[in-house]
């Protein structure tokens, strides 16, 4: 299975909290991961809807944060959240369907893998720098 999902300041988009919330996605996405592959249902069910609520929540403020500062790139990064929800359920109700499989755990670890790495690397980065350029 692939890397460990670690955060690293490589990640860091200069916003504290956006930095904390994210870092905490990176540590309970590590611990479904975990969970998946021991194929302990009782820990996988309890993380996907964690994981289902914070990102409810760190979406809602990364968006009023983006609008607040008048971010141009708000509607893509919105639905690139919303792409995320989406496929993210479609992976619950797998889940629901199978179980802890083998197969589900290693798409769901290369999913969440590459979304966070993608998403917090690329357009999250592109608001911190956004922010930081702003006059004070």
Do not use: K
Request: hydrophobic content about 45%.
């Amino acid at each position: 299975m692939g890397a460990a999902l670690q955060w690293t300041p490589a990640l860091s988009v200069g916003v504290a909290a956006v930095d904390e919330q994210h870092q905490e996605l990176f540590r309970r996405a590590e611990r479904l991961i975990v969970a998946l592959r021991l194929g302990d249902r009782g820990e996988v069910l309890p993380l996907l809807a964690y994981l289902d609520e914070y990102v409810a929540h760190h979406f809602e403020a990364e968006e009023a944060l983006m609008r607040a500062a008048r971010f141009p790139g708000l509607e893509a990064h919105a639905a690139d959240h919303r792409r995320f929800r989406d496929d993210f359920a479609a992976m619950v109700r797998d889940f629901g369907r199978t179980g802890p499989t083998a197969l589900v755990a290693l798409t769901i670890h290369n999913w969440l893998s590459d979304w966070l790495r993608r998403h917090i690397g690329g357009v999250d980065r592109e608001l911190g720098q956004y922010l930081a350029a702003r006059p004070r």
